[in-house]
Structures are given as C-alpha cells and as structure tokens.
C-alpha cells in the first residue's frame, strides 16, 4: 500500500479502488469479481464494525496504517464460508522496535473533507501499550438524471427524472489495548474499541410520465431527508504460542461487540398539475423509523503443526453467537385526520438468534512450485 502514491492520506475504502478484482460505489459497497458476496477480515480476523456498517468502518482506517491488502479467491475449509466469492484481508502495519512512537496525521478535500488521526505507543522487551482516535468528517454532493421506456404500459410509457442530493458523514473511532510477552514465547493482548458514526442526507427529486403520443400524465417531486445514527463497542482478548519449529504456533481470539444504530427517513411526495399542485392526487407522506441492537461473540482457536518445511496442518475450532432486536416502524399521514398513522402492514419487529460452531482441518503441501490444500 505505500507504494500506491494515489491513496496517502486517505482511507481503507480508497485503497480498495485500486485493487485488482475489487469494485467500490460510491455508497460504499464493496464486490470482488462483480460479486458484493465477499468477506472483509482484518488482520485475519472479523470485526463486528465490518459486518455492522462496513462502509463506515472501513473509512475509519487510514491507508498509513495498512500494511498491505491480501485477495483469497478460493478460500480453503479454514475460513468461513460466508464470503462465497472470496475474502478480503486487511493487514494492519505492526509495531517496530522499542521506545516511545507517535504519529499525527491530518488530511482534507473537496468538497468538504476532513480527517485526522493521532496514535501513541509504548514498547519494551517485555510489553506494550498503544491507544489511537481517529475522525473523519466529509460531504457528498450528488447529480443524477435517468430515463426509461416501458413498451407495454401506457400512462407511464416515459420516465425522466432528475435528481440532486446532499450527505454528510462524521465518525469517530477509539482504540486502546497491548499486548505483554511472558517467557516461552508466550504473548496475550487485548484491546478495546469504540465507534461513532452519524450520517445525514437530503435529496430533491422531479419526474414526469409520457404516454407514447409524448402527452404529460403525471408529474411529481419527491422529498427525502435521512438520519442514521449508530455506536459500536468491541471488546477483544488474543493470545499466541510459537514453538521451536519455523511458523508452527498455537492462536486464540475472542471478542464481544455490541451495536445500538437507528436509521429514519422522512418521504414526502407531491403531485402537480403544471406549476400547482394536484387537485387529483393526495399527497403521500411517510416516515420510515428503523433501530436495532446487535450482540456479537466470537472465539477462533488455531494450532498449525509443521511437519516438514513443505508439508503442515492447520487445525482449529470456531464459534459465534449472535443476537439481533430490530424494529421497523412505517407511519402514513393521514391528511384528512391529520394525524400519522401507523402502518402495520408495512411494520414489524424481530428476534435474530444465530449460532455456528466450526471445526476445520487443512492439510497443506508444497512441491517446487505446486501447493495443494485439502481440508
């Protein structure tokens, strides 16, 4: 990654552009090979930011800070087959001898973006300590015109629309841990994160149907202001033992992560006649009110045993628990009554227990320029 002068100063996301095989929207959206069905490890490990609002997240760590960016594409029975397509791996850059180290890092754009980022650590031969906050504030401004043709219907045989929207975003992560070094190669770290984000969006839309004589049919413009607000706490514990022989070591991970978000809309479309409004259409007014609470835990225990320097076994165990509350709420205006009603067609509320437990052996061997991996 330092060698990519395009990315400094800027974010995990935009590191992503410029990877082979690897596409990103401008909401944020990540897809390997044309596929969004892909796995984004950090370090090798999930994080519950990533899963909980990956965009977000993913802005939240600074290019400087990444090592460099594994693609598996044929992941093997050690990985969780959530990323059908393939996985994606951030690699963190590690620390690097002894002492005291710091690093500011400031950077801003147009149209309005700020970041900035402060680390601090301390290493000595027998532990370490580190803390880091990092903020990122940026706004978007969005074009966009369509048209469409729909042969078999008549009253809405032509669309064009046009619209424009604005969006700002500002989030703010926190980390602290370290990590002691106890004798026989023993090494047990931990750490804790905390994670803020708020986004906003206001957009403006107008379009008009064409019937195929090319006579109006119907006009309208259409209103939407948006606000998603959210916090996450991870809480994670690590530990690792290597052994006389070269990359043979014992590795275990657990973590908690807690997310509290909600997200909520406010629609309003209009009809007009020309430059009044419609005398023949109502309104339609809509709130959308979503919030929901996620627990996640997470332990991953992995021993690669080498037998010879082209033949090792990597066994392990694996289990997660996870627990989702969410609500959805859709209120319509009522402009007789005027009051919101709620919509219980249209609102639910849920309970999402998942649970997986894993256990996962591969058998890896290399012969000149072969390798083959069974698991």
């Known amino acids: 990654v330092n060698e990519d002068i395009t990315t400094q100063g800027g974010t995990a996301l935009d590191v992503l552009k410029n990877v082979p095989g690897v596409e990103v929207d401008q909401n944020g959206n990540i897809s390997l090979r044309g596929s969004e069905n892909v796995l984004v490890l950090i370090d090798g490990r999930p994080s519950t930011f990533t899963g909980a609002n990956r965009r977000a997240a993913l802005e939240q760590i600074q290019a400087s800070n990444i090592e460099n960016i594994e693609i598996i594409t044929n992941p093997s029975a050690k990985y969780n087959p959530e990323g059908m397509t393939g996985i994606i791996n951030l690699v963190l850059k590690k620390k690097k001898g002894t ?3 710091s690093l500011l890092t400031l950077g801003g754009g147009y149209p309005t973006n700020a970041r900035s980022s402060l680390s601090l650590s301390y290493s000595t031969n027998t532990y ?6 990092d903020g990122n504030f940026r706004n978007r401004f969005h074009f966009g015109e369509n048209e469409r043709t729909s042969y078999y219907l008549q009253d809405e045989y032509f669309l064009h629309q046009e619209s424009q929207d604005t ?3 500002k989030n703010v992560t926190v980390k602290v841990g370290g990590e002691y070094y106890f004798p026989r190669k023993w090494v047990i770290g931990a750490s804790a994160t905390f994670f803020i984000n708020q986004s906003k969006s206001k957009e403006n839309a107008f379009s008009y149907y064409l019937n195929p004589n090319s006579e109006e049919t119907k006009r309208f413009t259409n209103k939407d202001l948006s606000l998603r607000e959210g916090g996450n706490v991870e809480l994670a514990l690590n530990f690792s033992k290597r052994f006389n ?3 043979e070591e014992l590795t275990g991970d657990f973590s908690f992560g807690h997310m509290n978000g909600s997200d909520s809309a406010l629609n309003r479309l209009t009809f007009w006649e020309g430059e009044q409004v419609s005398s023949k259409y109502l309104p339609i007014w809509r709130i959308l009110d979503n919030s929901m609470k996620q627990n996640i835990f997470y332990e991953k225990i992995n021993w690669k045993h080498v037998f010879t320097d082209s033949l090792f076994l990597e066994s392990g165990i694996e289990s997660s628990l996870r627990t989702i509350d969410y ?4 209120y319509l205006y009522d ?3 005027s009051i919101w009603d709620l919509n219980d067609t249209s609102s639910y509320e849920g309970l999402y227990d998942e649970r997986i437990a894993a256990l996962y052996s591969v058998l890896n061997w290399q012969w000149k320029k072969w390798s083959i991996s069974g698991g």
């Open 245 to 247: 022989k070269i990359n």
């Open 327 to 330: 609500n959805n709420l859709n």
């Open 167 to 169: 969006s700002y975003n």
């Open 335 to 337: 402009f007789y009554a």
């Open 128 to 133: 370490s300590i580190f803390s880091s906050i």
């Open 99 to 101: 002492g005291f180290n």
